[in-house]
Antibody, heavy 116, light 107 residues
Framework: QVQLVESGGGLVKPGGSLRLSCAASGFTFSDSYMTWIRQAPGKGLEWVSYIGGDGRDTHYADSVKGRFTISRDNARNSLYLQMDSLRVEDTAIYYC?????????WGQGTLVTVSS | EIVLTQSPGTLSLSPGERATLSCRASQSVSNSYLAWFQQKPGQAPRLLIYDASSRATGIPDRFSGSGSGTDFTLTVSRLEAEDFAVYYCQQYGSSPYTFGQGTKLEV
């Protein structure tokens, strides 16, 4: 069965950086697009980014473009989200998902809090 | 960017009733690439419908999706207690992919 386990969340000051990781198992990782979606506390869902299986096809939401970088290590079955120049409004639970169009598999999420 | 507007914001119904949720796009969603998710408090969202009308694995047939172009609908034919939750639509026809703001279905 598909398992996605996010880690790396925590408290960071505005302007700081954080790197999220997602450990994937139960499917052929290198064949799969992967996606990050976030949800601010008490708010709705926001699509953040996706990456193709070979890492060359990447797309970002306008709100994070130029600040966040999605990447992957297929040898480690791992997905990453490097978050720089963090803002208070980036505070959210970040979910890792398999796929980029149809999204049936969600991780449990990791909480990122940006606060001084 | 395609903006999705869901209505109503809150829908108050009773078990056994029929629920109709709307999702309107600011421009046409290509190939009807629209999904519906259900989210309960403290849980990750769950995929209900993809490609506007296809039910995801394990989703009961009381959930159905319809629509094309700019207007989409999620229908729950006979509400059960576990259906009261927040519902989101999402388009994946053009990047950046976007979500609606959600409809809360309450008793």
């Amino acid at each position: 069965q598909v398992q996605l386990v996010e880690s790396g969340g925590g408290l960071v000051k505005p302007g700081g950086s954080l790197r999220l990781s997602c450990a994937a198992s139960g499917f052929t990782f290198s064949d799969s697009y992967m996606t990050w979606i976030r949800q601010a506390p008490g708010k709705g869902l926001e699509w953040v980014s996706y990456i193709g299986g070979d890492g060359r096809d990447t797309h970002y939401a306008d709100s994070v473009k130029g600040r966040f970088t999605i990447s992957r290590d297929n040898a480690r079955n791992s997905l990453y989200l490097q978050m720089d120049s963090l803002r208070v409004e980036d505070t959210a639970i970040y979910y890792c998902l398999r796929g980029h169009m149809i999204l049936p598999n969600w991780g449990q999420g990791t909480l990122v809090t940006v606060s001084s | 960017e395609i903006v999705l507007t869901q209505s109503p914001g809150t829908l108050s119904l009773s078990p056994g009733e029929r629920a109709t949720l709307s999702c309107r796009a600011s421009q046409s969603v290509s190939n009807s690439y629209l999904a519906w998710f259900q989210q309960k408090p403290g849980q990750a969202p769950r995929l209900l419908i993809y490609d506007a009308s296809s039910r995801a694995t394990g989703i009961p047939d009381r959930f159905s999706g319809s629509g094309s172009g700019t207007d989409f609908t999620l229908t729950v034919s006979r509400l059960e207690a576990e259906d009261f939750a927040v519902y989101y639509c999402q388009q994946y026809g053009s990047s950046p992919y976007t979500f609606g703001q959600g409809t809360k279905l309450e008793v």
